[in-house]
């Protein structure tokens, strides 16, 4: 999943913060534009404070609402960036080619918006409407997400800021780059609005 900042919230650190139950979640706490704290420091803070699996939970709850957009209901530019997003995906992964939607996804928490999402256990690639108003956004979301496909595919995780993560996404943007680079989708690159 790729996130983006939300607009500025002003929070306090409480109502940024949870409790750390497994220091490996605290990628994907710091992804949802939290932070972990240690279960001691729970006495130092007021009010009622999630855990990280809480957090990651709601998230994933709220990631289920994913509601894709028939490509016949995108406008043209939106459907010429489809049809580039979903070319460049079969040159990367040619054999195991996974699906390419644009969606209305929600925000993975309170503090992020989602521009993208892959899904493990379908191997769907989701593109955030917004993403798609710019060819550029687009392939910045695509090669993200083909990065957790491949990720999951090698390593059978695909969380967010990890080095198998950051390797997947070099490997990725180096063959879209050499898929440009040939000319192998120069007719769908005319149609695209950067």
Same mark, same amino acid.
């Given at each position: 999943?790729?996130?983006?900042?939300?607009? +500025?919230?002003?929070?306090?650190?409480?109502?940024?913060?949870?409790?750390?139950?497994?220091?490996? &979640?605290?990628?994907?706490?710091?992804? &949802?534009?939290?932070?972990?704290?240690?279960?001691?420091?729970?006495?130092?803070?007021?009010?009622?404070?999630?855990?990280?699996?809480? &957090?990651?939970?709601?998230?994933?709850?709220? &990631?289920?609402?994913?509601?894709?957009? +028939?490509?016949?209901?995108?406008?043209?530019?939106?459907?010429?960036?489809?049809?580039?997003?979903?070319?460049?995906?079969?040159?990367?992964? +040619?054999?195991?080619?996974?699906?390419?939607?644009?969606?209305?996804? +929600?925000?993975?928490?309170?503090?992020?918006?989602?521009?993208?999402?892959?899904?493990?256990?379908?191997?769907?690639?989701?593109?955030?409407?917004?993403?798609?108003?710019?060819?550029?956004?687009?392939?910045?979301?695509?090669?993200?997400?083909?990065?957790?496909?491949?990720?999951?595919?090698?390593?059978?995780?695909?969380?967010?800021?990890?080095?198998?993560?950051?390797?997947?996404?070099?490997?990725?943007?180096?063959?879209?780059?050499?898929?440009?680079?040939?000319?192998?989708?120069?007719?769908?690159?005319?149609?695209?609005?950067?």
């Amino acid at each position: 999943m790729i996130v983006t900042n939300a607009p +500025p919230q002003v929070l306090s650190t409480e109502e940024s913060t949870v409790i750390r139950t497994d220091s490996r &979640l605290d990628n994907m706490v710091k992804h &949802l534009g939290y932070r972990s704290v240690s279960p001691s420091s729970r006495d130092k803070l007021s009010g009622t404070i999630l855990t990280d699996r809480e &957090l990651i939970g709601t998230s994933q709850e709220r &990631l289920r609402g994913v509601k894709i957009i +028939p490509d016949e209901r995108l406008v043209v530019p939106f459907r010429n960036h489809l049809d580039l997003s979903r070319a460049l995906t079969r040159k990367v992964f +040619p054999h195991a080619t996974p699906s390419v939607h644009v969606a209305i996804i +929600p925000p993975a928490s309170d503090r992020v918006r989602t521009a993208g999402m892959y899904s493990t256990a379908t191997g769907e690639v989701y593109i955030s409407l917004e993403m798609m108003e710019r060819g550029r956004s687009m392939v910045d979301t695509l090669v993200h997400e083909l990065a957790h496909h491949r990720q999951y595919r090698t390593y059978h995780e695909a969380e967010d800021l990890t080095p198998a993560h950051a390797e997947s996404m070099t490997q990725i943007a180096a063959a879209v780059i050499e898929a440009v680079a040939k000319g192998e989708v120069d007719d769908l690159l005319k149609e695209v609005t950067w």
